[in-house]
C-alpha cells in the first residue's frame, strides 16, 4: 500500500508516505508557514520513496478539531490530490493521531490540544494491543474548568492543551496523570498509521465527502467580548 498523509491542524506541518513496509516523513513546528510547507513535503516524500502520484493509494488527512485555517489547509489539500488522482481519501481524528504520541506503555490517554479563547479541544483514548488508539468517549471543547473526564483512570496528557491549562485540567482529575508532555503536536506519522486499518475497513470517502471537524464555529472573540473579558479582569 502507498498512502500519503497530511496533518495541519495545530503549529505542526507534517506529511507522512507509507509505502509498502517503509515509511517516509517531513514534519516541522512552522506556525502561519503551512501553506508554504505542505506540497513541498508531500513532493519530498514522494521523491524519497521513488513513487509518482499516480502510485498512491489513498489520501489520509487529519481532519481537526485545531486551527480553523490549519484544518482547512489540510482537508482541501487532501480533496484536491484525492480528485486529480480519483483515490479514496481517509480523514482521520486530530487528537487520535495526537494520542498516539503519548509513552507507547500508556493504557489511557487525555489528548488536548489548545483551542484559544481560553478552551481546549480535548478527548480520550485507550491504547490498544497493537498499540493504536481508539475513543474513549466524545471530543469535546470548551473551557479546561469544565472538562469532563471518565473518572478511575491514571491519565497520560498529551498536547499544548497541557501547556496553557495545566492547573485547571488537573483539578478535573481524580489522581495525578502518570505522564503530561506538553509540547507535542498531531503528526502526519500517526494519521499514517490510523488510517490504514480504516482503509482496510472500507472507510475511505470520496474526496467531496471528505469534511473538516472543528468542534465549534467561533474562531475569535468579537471587540465587546475582548472589551469585557479585559474589564473583569
Known amino acids: 500500500m502507498n498512502l500519503l498523509a497530511l496533518e495541519t491542524s495545530t503549529e505542526a506541518c507534517s506529511v507522512a508516505l507509507i509505502a509498502g ?3 517516509f516523513v517531513r514534519s516541522e513546528i512552522a506556525p502561519r508557514r503551512h501553506a508554504e510547507l505542505l506540497l513541498p513535503m508531500c513532493e519530498a516524500v514522494l521523491a524519497e ?3 509518482r502520484r499516480r502510485q498512491l493509494d489513498a489520501i489520509a488527512v487529519g481532519r481537526g478539531p485545531g486551527a480553523f485555517t490549519g484544518v482547512r489547509l489540510a482537508i482541501s489539500a487532501a480533496q484536491g490530490i484525492a480528485l486529480a488522482l480519483d483515490r ?9 493521531a495526537l494520542a498516539l504520541e503519548a509513552p507507547a506503555e500508556a493504557r ?3 489528548a488536548v490540544i489548545d483551542a484559544r479563547m481560553g478552551e481546549i479541544y480535548a478527548g480520550t483514548f485507550h491504547r490498544r494491543g ?5 475513543p474513549v468517549g466524545f ?3 470548551g473551557p479546561a474548568e469544565r472538562l469532563a ?21 488537573r483539578a478535573r482529575l481524580d489522581r495525578e496523570p502518570v505522564s503530561a508532555q506538553g509540547l507535542c503536536y498531531p503528526q502526519a506519522a500517526a494519521i ?3 488510517a490504514v486499518p480504516l482503509l482496510a475497513g472500507g472507510h475511505g470517502l470520496d474526496a467531496e465527502q471528505a469534511l473538516p471537524v472543528y468542534l465549534r464555529d467561533k474562531v475569535a472573540f468579537t471587540t465587546s467580548e475582548r472589551e469585557a473579558a479585559r474589564a473583569s479582569a
Open 49 to 51: 520513496a521513488g513513487l
Open 88 to 96: 479514496p481519501v481517509v480523514p482521520v481524528s486530530s487528537l487520535a
Open 108 to 110: 489511557s490517554i487525555l
Open 21 to 23: 513496509d517503509a515509511m
Open 149 to 169: 473526564v471518565p473518572p478511575g483512570h491514571a491519565w497520560a496528557i498529551v498536547g499544548t492543551g497541557w501547556d496553557t491549562h495545566a492547573a485547571a485540567i
Open 192 to 194: 499514517a498509521r490510523l
Open 130 to 134: 497493537d498499540g493504536l488508539v481508539e
Open 139 to 141: 471530543e469535546t471543547v
